[in-house]
């Protein structure tokens, strides 16, 4: 099935653009991507469902043996038999899940397909003969490649290209940990209870977590965000090496008093975004002013690790990033704050207990 895709693929000249800045180092894009995952809602929202799921369906693959030797007494045939029958449940998914999607919300549509889920492991705990475990399987194969297809989507739709396969790895740790964590807990409880308790248990569990992550909301695929990124005006040429660092970046901003407050909140957002893309560390001054004064002086400051990682911060910035830093950059008069660049003049490396303690 792979083949008649490699052919159009030979004879395709991909033009590549000629890279901006060299390479990430591996390590540093690692936490880069970790950083990421850690604020970016949109993407904690799609894995925290995914967990969900992926925990209580898993059930499925790892006591479906047991359940159909021990239970339903079946030969070689017969549990190849149930393994077709999730495989069938998917292919049909594939014809009219598009469909769905065209005339469902998201979310709505990941509702029926757990409560599907449900419907067909609390069937297996019920099942005492082939064909009706047949067709409790039937539905867990519709709901499991509608639930993951729907949410790998989902992801591509929720990340910028420069962190897209970081985000899939986090995706595939959390999925994969999920559904080995998961063998390992249904199996115990099968061990102890019984298989059938067992599969009736991850179908109570499943009506839990649905209604628990129900209100976490998928927004991409209803209203897909601009990842476009953002051609953000180059640095002039500084000299400073690439690894130079750490780097403290510092912006000044004059606020109108009456605006103070619309200000502090716009840069909560301004926040999120700098350390989901790379800034290690950020704060936010204010200037103590009198009452009777128009304009408050404030300060952002943020660090990166190095040169080069705050050049590549501007790359990282999508079309609706910008949106977000020009609504802050309104509030000051002037449009836009002034920015100052320092450099590290040495690093110090603390002890591990004074790290610690900080």
């Not at 989507?153 to 962190?163: D, F, G, H, M, N």
């Not at 199996?187 to 839990?208: C, E, N, P």
């Not at 609706?320 to 490396?349: N, S, T």
């Amino acid at each position: 099935s792979f083949l008649p895709l490699v052919g159009p693929l030979l004879p395709w000249k991909r033009v590549v653009p000629p890279p901006a800045l060299p390479g990430e180092r591996f390590l540093a894009a690692v936490k880069v991507g970790l950083r990421y995952v850690r604020h970016s809602r949109p993407l904690q929202i799609i894995l925290w469902r995914a967990v969900a799921f992926v925990f209580f369906t898993g059930i499925i693959f790892s006591l479906l043996p047991s359940l159909a030797i021990h239970h339903l007494n079946t030969t070689s045939e017969g549990f190849g038999f149930l393994l077709g029958c999730i495989g069938a449940g998917a292919v049909l998914a594939t014809t009219f899940l598009p469909r769905l999607r065209a005339r469902m919300a998201t979310n709505r549509l990941l509702l029926v397909f757990h409560l599907l889920a449900l419907a067909g492991i609390a069937g297996l705990g019920f099942s005492t003969r082939s064909w009706m475990a047949g067709l409790a399987l039937f539905a867990c194969g519709m709901s499991w490649l509608s639930v993951l297809s729907t949410v790998n989507t989902a992801i591509q739709l929720s990340v910028p290209s420069w962190v897209k396969a970081r985000a899939f790895g986090c995706y595939t740790t959390a999925w994969g940990g999920a559904l080995a964590i998961g063998a390992t807990f249904w199996g115990t409880v099968a061990m102890r209870f019984g298989i059938r308790v067992a599969f009736l248990a991850a179908g109570a569990g499943l009506l839990l977590a649905t209604l628990l992550v129900h209100r976490l909301k998928i927004e991409a695929l209803d209203h897909e965000p601009d990842m476009t990124p953002h051609r953000a005006a180059h640095h002039p040429a500084s000299g400073l090496d690439l690894e130079a660092g750490p780097i403290l970046i510092q912006l000044e901003y004059r606020i109108p008093m009456a605006k103070c407050d619309e200000f502090r909140a716009a840069m909560r957002e301004v926040r999120r975004i700098r350390k989901r893309d790379g800034a290690i560390r950020w704060s936010l001054f204010e200037e103590p002013a009198a009452k009777d004064q128009d304009m408050v002086a404030f300060q952002e400051s943020f660090v990166s690790t190095s040169w080069g990682e705050h050049l590549r911060q501007h790359h990282r910035a999508t079309m609706e990033d910008r949106e977000i830093f020009a609504a802050a950059y309104r509030l000051d008069p002037e449009g836009r704050p002034r920015i100052r660049h320092l450099v590290a003049a040495w690093e110090e490396h603390e002890a591990l207990l004074d790290r610690i303690w900080e």
